[in-house]
């Protein structure tokens, strides 16, 4: 064989087996991104999955009830007023989100079984439970706050939620775990000057999230809590509708704008996805940069 042959040869053999080579990468690539992506649509998936959402009638418990609704949950929306759970409803069927809605007031036992029994008739059982509820009856100085004030927050915003996941669990072991998410405050972090009482509260659910974490986690459900700043909602109107109070906000603030409810929604339903199969007993705080540690 002369050189020339030879040199032919040996080319045409290194271009066959470098396109064989290439082939074989490019299809072990595209299989990868694939498989990558079919783990990646079913770990946001909560398709098959039934949420309470507590107070979502309005603001963030609406955007929260948007976003699991998005993700292929079945939600459960509630309010104290049948023509806000009606408005809430038709909204969600208008997105295409599967929905059931009742009116309860959390402070009631009474209410809080009624909306456990109803969940379990219409979807079948319990996956996800995001208490949201929250009164604020006392704006000034802490030290005017009387007895029933302080009843009345801490009955609502920390014992209910305990309650209303006390009486969830059993029906979230029954379908092998579960997610329980708090939705407490920025100013759990930092007391907001004339909101004392409803502060406290919220701290109080930092320590609820980690008491509650390791001793469901024996269960597979895990026990999270979001602490958003200060959002656009009609709850925190008193805050954002004052210029001078959002300019003071403001110089806090890394991200230099009020949060909106959708930026609530999408993290708890993160926090309840398989994406955040490992995180439990954490608060995560959504504020815009604002610094907040205890």
Not at 26 to 54: D, Y
């Amino acid at each position: 064989m002369t050189s020339a042959l030879v040199s032919q040869y040996l080319h045409k053999k290194v271009t066959t087996s470098y396109s064989q080579v290439t082939m074989r990468s490019a299809f072990r690539f595209l299989k990868m991104n694939f498989v990558s992506g079919q783990r990646s649509v079913s770990h946001s998936s909560l398709t098959g999955k039934v949420a309470i959402v507590t107070a979502s009638t309005d603001g963030i418990g609406l955007a929260t009830a948007q976003a699991l609704g998005k993700r292929g949950a079945h939600v459960v929306v509630s309010s104290r007023r049948q023509a806000n759970v009606d408005k809430a409803v038709a909204l969600l069927q208008s997105q295409s989100i599967k929905v059931t809605g009742t009116t309860c007031n959390v402070g009631s036992g009474e209410d809080r079984e009624k909306l456990v029994r109803m969940t379990l008739d219409q979807c079948g059982g319990i996956d996800i439970l995001v208490s949201n509820a929250a009164v604020n009856p006392f704006f000034g100085n802490i030290m005017d706050s009387t007895e029933d004030v302080w009843d009345k927050i801490l009955s609502v915003n920390v014992k209910s939620s305990f309650l209303m996941t006390k009486l969830v669990v059993p029906h979230m072991e029954k379908r092998g775990g579960g997610n329980v998410i708090f939705v407490s405050s920025v100013g759990a972090y930092q007391p907001m000057q004339a909101l004392g009482p409803y502060c406290v509260s919220k701290t109080a659910l930092l320590g609820l999230t980690r008491a509650l974490a390791p001793e469901l986690a024996q269960s597979n459900i895990r026990v999270n809590c979001v602490a958003p700043g200060v959002i656009k909602t009609r709850f925190s109107s008193a805050l954002w509708k004052n210029e001078d109070v959002v300019e003071e906000l403001k110089k806090q603030l890394s991200i230099k704008r009020l949060g909106e409810p959708e930026e609530i929604g999408g993290v708890i339903a993160f926090l309840c996805s398989e994406e955040a199969s490992y995180i439990t007993g954490e608060t995560i705080t959504v504020t815009g940069g604002m610094g907040c540690r205890l």
